[in-house]
């Protein structure tokens, strides 16, 4: 194997690693509650990166007005985002109501295809079920009970003497 085609193997298998990594991003961020968390933590980093400290100080002075302002916003923004969250649900369910029902036609329409294309050997063996429903196989008239009876008869002679002459 030459240089050139080392590279180029090299390449190639690196684009497919890419290729997965974009894909495993992209159904990640297509998930909504993925997509939240996501959000959340870039939120979380840019808070962090403003000088927001999660700390416990006694000394410090808790204002309780402070508190309710971020919960007003908080119910705001969560008033906002869940008929957002409820629509998109909405519309994914009806697409994949939409996509099964399109999957139970296709697959009825094979089944009568099916069925008209066998409907011959069906009726056929439909007349070899007995009235439980059971498959039943003629294998001819055996009313004749004692013919039956003397060829068993006979075949067991005939074994009686094969093992008895050794």
């Known amino acids: ?6 590279c180029i193997n090299g390449w190639v ?12 991003f992209i159904n990640l961020i297509r ?9 959340e933590g870039v939120v979380v980093v ?30 705001v923004l969560v008033g906002f985002l869940i ?11 009806d697409e994949s109501k939409k996509d099964i029902g399109e999957s139970n036609t296709a697959l009825l329409d094979e089944f009568e ?12 063996l439909k007349s070899h079920l007995d009235r439980k429903g059971n498959f039943v ?11 039956t009876e003397q060829t068993l008869e006979n075949l067991k002679r005939k074994a009686h003497k094969f093992v008895n002459t050794k």
């Open 83 to 93: 008929p957002i969250a409820a629509v998109y649900l909405q519309s994914k369910l």
């Open 113 to 124: 295809k099916f069925e008209d294309e066998y409907e011959g050997r069906l009726r056929s």
């Open 46 to 75: 840019l808070l962090y990166n403003y000088g927001f400290r999660i700390t416990y100080g006694p000394e410090l002075v808790s204002s309780w007005e402070a508190v309710s302002a971020i919960g007003q916003w908080a119910g």
């Open 13 to 24: 298998k690196g684009m497919s690693k890419l290729k997965r990594i974009r894909g495993f």
């Open 137 to 147: 196989i003629d294998g001819g008239n055996f009313s004749d009970t004692e013919e």
């Open 31 to 39: 998930s909504p509650i993925l997509l939240l968390l996501l959000l």
């Open 1 to 6: 194997m030459k240089v050139s085609e080392y």
